[in-house]
């Protein structure tokens, strides 16, 4: 949870900082080896996880599919978590890609400036880390209750 | 000599009698809308019935139907809409990038011209379920085409050469166009999309002739850019009064707050009203946004020529489950309803009432459910107009943060955009639907230009008892009832077509083309196309012979959850979680397929 937290503010720094280019320094890469981003204890998934999912199915989901497996025309980030760092998922959150050729019509927006994606850009870190590990199944998780640092947290980044 | 003299005598007066008609589109429309051997509107005529005088292909013989010819698009993503026929050409268009065939029907599939415009992919990212657009539309010698990044085009119908184009709206601000404009006497009408982007909804007339804007109605906001007039604009026959959507907001959240304009318009000559519906309004968390949010999820009639509203009406004040009021409107005369005769609008809206409503006076005759499943309302209150909200299925009622269960309709309505038809000789309406159920968690979200604006998350799964997802029904608008239904495994996601031939054609997500019997919905034939089909059934003729045509190419809402594989899940997103088996059908890609008899 703290570690959450933590990566959550180091990211605003850096969006501050320049949209997202120096996000790679910002973001301590260290932490992620040491320690999971999420928790399940008696197959209750922590609030913070569950905000990733409710978040991801909010603004990803149109295009990577349900559960983050993929749609039509988007990748499986239950795949692509497999091989992204921690850093690289950053960097294409906030700063969006296009594959567009004659034969794919692939493009993902920049987020960076979208604080309902950057206020919870680790709780959907969290989520979908967890789905990549197979630590979590498909479907909404259940859930502890929302702590009241959550619910301040959320009200104060996304300006409410 | 004489007979020369006559002949330019003729010219002359017919010269005479064209010239005032020159600019009204409509009249040439009609005329061609009359002739059963071309299909010249996406919806088949200005009613919206997509109803064909056609019958050589008929409830005897459909089942010897075969394929005469087919055409890939090169395209892969979700097909809606479907082909024009004008004379001896075909017009069908892609999703994004919106390419537009010019094909031969002399040489089937030869392509006479093809158009791509260029567009910035950022448009691509900012369309909430798939690239899709509706269709093409003809007027005036042109093919008129509403890109994905609202561009609105002119090409000359013979050549392909770009007439004009007018820019209607800002895809960095999430506007976006999906839907098929309609040409209405000197002008053509178009909509927008993007109402999960806090887009502000409007109808925009252009000057068929120079692309010159002619007038813009809003959806929210202030009377003079509504375009209506507190006094003689009228809600279920009274008078809307001043600021009638201001008053139903808090703060400028009517700014942000959607009522896009994204489905079907269609046109009483006689009365001189078109007809459209509003979108859901915007965020989909109903607590940031108190209040009726006035006009969205309304149907509006206007006067096409300076867009000023002569009635409207709110099926779905303030929303609570997305229930988009865009589904087209189709017009029926003389349609008996508890002993008076009333030329009617039949509405069947997502939030899973069925409306039939005098369309010269938009009173409200009948509302019904259209599929048993339906629980957020008991009913609509005559009266009023107002749907009696069941509170345990109310998101705002339940509140932020809180999941609330078991809601029928889904949030993609019992039906969705693909148009119904009816058929004069059955006096039945026959409608493509969903049978599909939600859950559905609001929360709180922050504005930002150009970047999604939900605010809520949702699971998809069948209705209750049942393994489906969809029927094909027919229905008695008069009585508000269902006549017939039949069972599908997956949504019906395509434009239906009814015939002379006393049948039924509609296509399924799966790919298959079927016909069933006008009267008993008995299916009397059925082939698999190369993919799921979203788009719209059409008839014409060629050489004095019956084609029937389709779009197929998997995609849109639908299309979402295709690539996710079988799960017993029924937690999820969206549409994603109620098609997470629908890969195990079918796969993407464009495609044309002709039908006829064997000679």
Same mark, same amino acid.
């Given at each position: 949870?703290?570690?959450?937290?933590?990566?959550?503010?180091?990211?605003?720094?850096?969006?501050? /900082?320049?949209?997202?280019?120096?996000?790679?320094?910002?973001?301590?890469?260290? /932490?992620?080896?040491?320690?999971?981003?999420?928790?399940?204890?008696?197959? @209750?998934?922590?609030?913070?996880?569950?905000?990733?999912?409710?978040?991801?199915?909010?603004?990803?989901?149109?295009?990577?599919?349900?559960?983050?497996?993929?749609?039509? #025309?988007?990748?499986?980030?239950?795949?692509?978590? @497999?091989?992204?760092?921690?850093?690289?998922?950053?960097?294409?959150?906030?700063?969006?890609?296009?594959?567009?050729?004659?034969?794919?019509?692939?493009?993902?927006?920049?987020?960076?400036?979208?604080?309902?994606?950057?206020? #919870?850009?680790?709780?959907?870190?969290?989520?979908? @880390?967890?789905?990549?590990?197979?630590?979590?199944?498909?479907?909404?998780?259940?859930?502890?209750? @929302?702590?009241?640092?959550?619910?301040?947290?959320?009200?104060?980044?996304?300006?409410? | 000599?004489?007979?020369?003299?006559?002949?330019?005598?003729?010219?002359?007066?017919?010269?005479?009698?064209?010239? =005032?008609?020159?600019?009204?589109?409509?009249?040439?429309?009609?005329?061609?809308?009359?002739?059963?051997?071309? *299909?010249?509107?996406?919806?088949?005529?200005?009613?919206?019935?997509?109803?064909?005088?056609?019958?050589?292909?008929?409830?005897?013989?459909?089942?010897?139907?075969?394929?005469?010819?087919?055409?890939?698009?090169?395209?892969?993503?979700?097909?809606?809409?479907?082909?024009?026929?004008?004379?001896?050409?075909?017009?069908?268009?892609? =999703?994004?990038?919106?390419?537009?065939?010019?094909?031969?029907?002399?040489?089937?599939?030869?392509?006479? %011209?093809?158009?791509?415009?260029?567009?910035?992919?950022?448009?691509?990212?900012?369309?909430?379920?798939?690239?899709?657009?509706?269709?093409?539309?003809?007027?005036?010698?042109?093919?008129?085409?509403?890109?994905?990044?609202?561009?609105?085009?002119?090409?000359?119908?013979?050549?392909? +050469?770009?007439?004009?184009?007018?820019?209607?709206?800002?895809?960095?601000?999430?506007?976006?166009?999906?839907?098929?404009?309609?040409?209405?006497?000197?002008?053509?009408?178009?909509?927008?999309?993007?109402?999960?982007?806090?887009?502000?909804?409007?109808?925009?007339?252009?000057?068929?002739?120079?692309?010159?804007?002619? *007038?813009?109605?809003?959806? $929210?906001?202030?009377?003079?850019?509504?375009?209506?007039?507190?006094?003689?604009?009228?809600?279920?026959?009274?008078?809307?009064?001043?600021?009638?959507?201001?008053?139903?907001?808090?703060?400028?959240?009517?700014?942000?707050?959607?009522?896009?304009? %994204?489905? %079907?318009?269609?046109?009483?000559?006689?009365?001189?009203?078109?007809?459209?519906?509003?979108?859901?309004?915007?965020?989909?968390?109903?607590?940031?946004?108190?209040?009726?949010?006035?006009?969205?999820?309304?149907?509006?009639?206007?006067?096409?020529?300076?867009?000023?509203?002569?009635?409207?009406?709110?099926?779905?004040?303030?929303?609570? *489950?997305?229930?988009?009021?865009?589904?087209?409107?189709?017009?029926?005369?003389?349609?008996?309803?508890?002993?008076?005769?009333?030329?009617?609008?039949?509405?069947?809206?997502?939030?899973?009432?069925?409306?039939?409503?005098?369309?010269?006076?938009?009173?409200?005759?009948?509302?019904?459910?259209?599929?048993?499943?339906?629980?957020?309302?008991?009913?609509?209150?005559?009266?009023?107009?107002?749907?009696?909200?069941?509170?345990?299925?109310?998101?705002?009622?339940?509140?932020?943060?809180?999941?609330?269960?078991?809601?029928?309709?889904?949030?993609?309505?019992?039906?969705?955009?693909?148009?119904?038809?009816?058929?004069?000789?059955?006096?039945?309406?026959?409608?493509? $639907?969903?049978?599909?159920?939600?859950?559905?968690?609001?929360?709180?979200?922050?504005?930002?230009?150009?970047?999604?604006?939900?605010?809520?998350?949702?699971?998809?799964?069948?209705?209750?008892?049942?393994?489906?997802?969809?029927?094909?029904?027919?229905?008695?608008?008069?009585?508000? +009832?269902?006549?017939?239904?039949?069972?599908?495994?997956?949504?019906? %996601?395509?434009?239906?077509?009814?015939?002379?031939?006393?049948?039924?054609?509609?296509?399924?997500?799966?790919?298959?083309?079927?016909?069933?019997?006008?009267?008993?919905? +008995?299916?009397?034939?059925?082939?698999?196309?190369?993919?799921?089909?979203?788009?719209?059934?059409?008839?014409? $003729?060629?050489?004095?012979?019956?084609?029937?045509?389709?779009?197929?190419?998997?995609?849109? *809402?639908?299309?979402?959850?295709?690539?996710?594989?079988?799960?017993?899940? $029924?937690?999820?997103?969206?549409?994603?979680?109620?098609?997470?088996?629908?890969?195990?059908?079918?796969?993407?890609?464009?495609?044309?397929?002709?039908?006829?008899?064997?000679?």
């Amino acid at each position: 949870m703290m570690r959450t937290y933590l990566l959550g503010r180091a990211l605003w720094l850096c969006l501050f /900082a320049a949209a997202g280019f120096v996000c790679f320094d910002a973001a301590p890469a260290t /932490a992620q080896e040491e320690e999971k981003p999420y928790s399940i204890t008696d197959g @209750k998934v922590d609030w913070y996880t569950y905000s990733g999912y409710r978040r991801y199915h909010g603004e990803c989901h149109v295009c990577h599919g349900p559960d983050g497996l993929g749609s039509s #025309f988007g990748p499986s980030l239950v795949n692509s978590l @497999k091989t992204l760092s921690y850093d690289e998922y950053l960097e294409v959150v906030v700063n969006g890609r296009q594959n567009v050729s004659q034969a794919s019509h692939r493009a993902m927006p920049a987020f960076g400036m979208n604080p309902n994606v950057m206020c #919870f850009v680790d709780d959907i870190y969290a989520y979908l @880390k967890a789905r990549s590990d197979g630590a979590l199944g498909r479907g909404r998780p259940e859930h502890g209750p @929302k702590p009241d640092e959550a619910r301040e947290r959320d009200n104060a980044c996304l300006g409410f | 000599m004489r007979p020369s003299l006559l002949k330019s005598a003729a010219i002359v007066v017919a010269a005479t009698l064209a010239l =005032p008609t020159v600019a009204l589109a409509n009249e040439e429309l009609l005329k061609m809308e009359g002739d059963p051997n071309q *299909w010249v509107t996406q919806l088949g005529n200005y009613s919206g019935t997509r109803y064909s005088g056609l019958d050589q292909i008929n409830s005897e013989n459909v089942g010897d139907l075969q394929v005469a010819w087919s055409f890939s698009t090169g395209v892969l993503r979700g097909h809606e809409g479907g082909p024009l026929v004008i004379g001896d050409v075909m017009y069908i268009h892609t =999703p994004f990038p919106n390419i537009v065939y010019a094909l031969d029907l002399n040489e089937p599939g030869k392509v006479i %011209w093809k158009y791509e415009p260029r567009q910035d992919p950022d448009v691509i990212p900012v369309m909430c379920c798939d690239t899709v657009n509706r269709g093409v539309a003809y007027g005036n010698g042109m093919i008129f085409l509403n890109q994905a990044d609202t561009t609105l085009v002119a090409l000359d119908a013979k050549t392909g +050469e770009v007439k004009w184009t007018a820019v209607n709206g800002d895809p960095t601000k999430g506007e976006t166009a999906t839907m098929s404009p309609l040409v209405v006497k000197d002008k053509v009408i178009v909509g927008n999309s993007g109402a999960e982007f806090g887009v502000r909804g409007h109808m925009t007339a252009y000057d068929i002739n120079t692309g010159e804007m002619a *007038w813009r109605a809003y959806s $929210t906001g202030p009377d003079e850019e509504l375009l209506v007039n507190p006094q003689e604009t009228t809600h279920l026959g009274e008078p809307i009064g001043e600021d009638s959507s201001l008053k139903t907001w808090e703060g400028d959240q009517w700014k942000i707050g959607g009522g896009t304009t %994204w489905g %079907w318009i269609t046109y009483d000559p006689e009365l001189d009203l078109i007809y459209y519906g509003t979108g859901n309004p915007s965020t989909w968390n109903p607590s940031q946004r108190p209040g009726d949010n006035r006009w969205s999820m309304t149907l509006f009639a206007r006067d096409p020529d300076d867009g000023m509203a002569k009635w409207v009406y709110q099926m779905t004040p303030h929303d609570e *489950w997305d229930y988009d009021g865009v589904n087209e409107s189709l017009l029926v005369d003389d349609l008996e309803v508890n002993g008076e005769m009333h030329n009617v609008l039949v509405h069947f809206d997502r939030n899973g009432f069925a409306y039939t409503m005098d369309r010269e006076t938009g009173e409200l005759l009948v509302a019904e459910k259209y599929d048993p499943a339906v629980n957020w309302a008991t009913e609509v209150d005559m009266e009023t107009g107002r749907p009696q909200v069941v509170a345990e299925y109310s998101t705002d009622e339940q509140g932020e943060d809180t999941n609330v269960q078991g809601i029928c309709p889904a949030a993609l309505g019992t039906k969705d955009q693909q148009p119904s038809t009816y058929s004069p000789k059955t006096g039945l309406f026959y409608v493509p $639907t969903n049978h599909v159920c939600m859950d559905y968690e609001p929360y709180r979200v922050a504005y930002t230009a150009g970047q999604p604006y939900v605010g809520a998350t949702l699971s998809m799964y069948p209705a209750p008892g049942g393994d489906h997802l969809g029927n094909f029904i027919a229905w008695d608008a008069a009585k508000g +009832e269902i006549v017939w239904s039949n069972p599908e495994p997956f949504s019906v %996601w395509s434009g239906a077509l009814a015939t002379a031939g006393d049948i039924v054609f509609y296509g399924t997500l799966e790919g298959y083309l079927k016909a069933v019997d006008a009267k008993t919905g +008995e299916e009397l034939y059925s082939f698999r196309t190369p993919s799921g089909i979203i788009g719209n059934v059409n008839t014409y $003729t060629h050489d004095g012979k019956q084609y029937i045509a389709v779009l197929s190419g998997v995609g849109g *809402w639908a299309g979402i959850g295709l690539a996710a594989g079988l799960t017993e899940s $029924t937690a999820g997103l969206g549409a994603v979680g109620a098609y997470q088996s629908l890969s195990n059908y079918t796969q993407l890609g464009g495609t044309l397929t002709v039908f006829a008899l064997p000679e």
